[in-house]
């Protein structure tokens, strides 16, 4: 069977599944009080979202790893079997990270599960068994210029720190309604592009998939937000980025048709390191950024609009060159 008809499968089945949990999961939460705390810092409109019921990835997480375990079915070769099995079980446990990380919350009643090194720990063990068990090659390609680069050793530690900053850049990146959905959302359109052009069906295959979860997602995730993905959302969101760069055979693209993920990360590492460095002196008037557009005045589907519009450019500038 060709690759985009099991994609559009895929998709299908995805979106179907997450639509069907949501349906089933939120008035659960509803009557459970599973309730996303709200820090007092942040601006005026998400104050007023005290009550949303959080930990909605756990709509589209399930589903989705089913649905890329179901792919196994359509496996060619002994090589898409382990991909496809390494994408599933990798991108599961970064979600799970995010379950316990508001699960915690939850009990504590307060903005903060895991503590940050916990969490970052969690994560480098999760990636560190990845890159080991599925590297085969460490040379790295290099998009654009069209050449491979030899890395030796150096590519196991790039690789993992590559993956903790893109799983923590989408974690960020979650904080306006639909905002890392809709993000999202783009970057799977682009990598299953991209996976048709290169043949690499894993990660076409893998990327329609989450397509599939992230729409049926937004059906209870755009503004105004019915619940919040929470950290088992948008750390499993990560985690399958990651998965689909990494076998779409062009790692590094993520970080161009992922610029908004970039932005957000290093919005927060500027406006960390000036109020420490420049005694209390902000760049921001929040950060991550899209909590200073907030604060400017900007509405949140106008920060959607403008954070998709500028994944839709760098992916169609990095489809048409890569």
């Not at 760069?245 to 590094?252: D, I, Q, R």
Request: aromatic share 12%; charged share 15%.
């Amino acid at each position: 069977m060709e690759t985009w008809v099991i994609s559009l499968i895929g998709f299908g089945a995805s979106l179907i599944l997450t639509t069907i949990m949501g349906l089933i999961i939120l008035p659960v939460m509803k009557k459970k009080k599973m309730e996303q705390p709200i820090l007092e810092c942040l601006p005026p409109e998400q104050q007023r979202k005290k009550g949303t019921p959080t930990m909605g990835g756990l709509f589209f997480l399930f589903p989705v790893v089913i649905c890329i375990f179901i792919s196994l079915f359509f496996s060619d070769s002994a090589q898409m079997t382990k991909d496809i099995i390494a994408t599933a079980v990798t991108s599961l446990l970064f979600g799970l990270i995010g379950v316990l990380d508001d699960t915690l919350k939850l009990r504590k009643k307060e903005n903060e599960g895991l503590k940050a090194w916990q969490k970052l720990l969690c994560q480098l063990v999760v990636a560190t068994a990845f890159i080991i068990v599925t590297t085969q090659s460490t040379a790295l390609y290099i998009p654009f210029f069209k050449e491979t680069l030899e890395l030796g050793w150096l590519y196991y530690p790039l690789m993992i720190l590559g993956i903790c900053a893109i799983v923590n850049a989408v974690n960020l990146t979650d904080g306006v309604d639909g905002l890392a959905t809709s993000v999202t959302s783009v970057v799977c359109l682009f990598f299953f592009a991209l996976g048709l052009k290169h043949g690499t069906p894993v990660s076409s295959i893998t990327s329609m998939i989450m397509f599939g979860g992230c729409i049926g997602f937004l059906f209870f995730n755009a503004y105004p937000a019915k619940v919040f993905m929470g950290d088992t959302g948008s750390l499993f969101l990560g985690g399958v980025c990651c998965m689909m760069a990494k076998y779409s055979g062009m790692s590094l693209l993520i970080v161009i048709v992922g610029f908004v993920y970039i932005f957000e990360m290093i919005s927060d590492i500027i406006q960390i390191g000036s109020i420490k460095l420049r005694h209390g002196k902000k760049v921001f008037k929040m950060a991550p950024y899209h909590h200073h557009l907030e604060k400017s005045g900007w509405s949140e589907r106008q920060i959607v609009l403008l954070s998709v519009g500028v994944t839709v450019i760098l992916g169609f500038v990095s489809y048409m060159f890569a």
